[in-house]
């Protein structure tokens, strides 16, 4: 993949910009806690997405706070493929 060569281009400051970006990483083999397996075998059946760990501070279902812990300490994006960048909102500078 090429570099982007930033000082080689006339750039443009954006006053504000909001990017959406979705990505997939996978497991092989992998140990987890069974309250794990049993929340996102909950999720996948009911098409559900769990938010960050910070998100769900004032949930009172635990095995969620479990589960989107443990998952924010093993996914990581430079595992990831397949991703998508989507633009949400953009504003200029003018």
């Known amino acids: ?5 930033e000082n080689e281009s ?6 504000s910009i909001v990017i959406s970006v ?7 083999s992998v140990e987890m806690p ?3 397996y049993e929340e996102l075998k909950r ?4 098409k559900e997405t769990l938010p960050e760990p910070e998100e769900l501070a004032f949930e009172n279902e635990n095995s969620r706070k479990i589960t989107s812990r443990w998952l924010s300490e093993h996914i990581h994006e430079g595992g990831a493929f397949q991703r998508e960048y989507e633009v949400e909102y953009i504003m200029n500078n003018i």
């Open 10 to 15: 006339e750039n443009i400051t954006v006053k």
């Open 1 to 5: 993949m090429d570099k982007i060569k």
């Open 22 to 28: 979705n990505y997939m990483v996978g497991f092989s």
């Open 34 to 36: 069974k309250e794990v």
């Open 43 to 46: 999720m996948l059946q009911n």
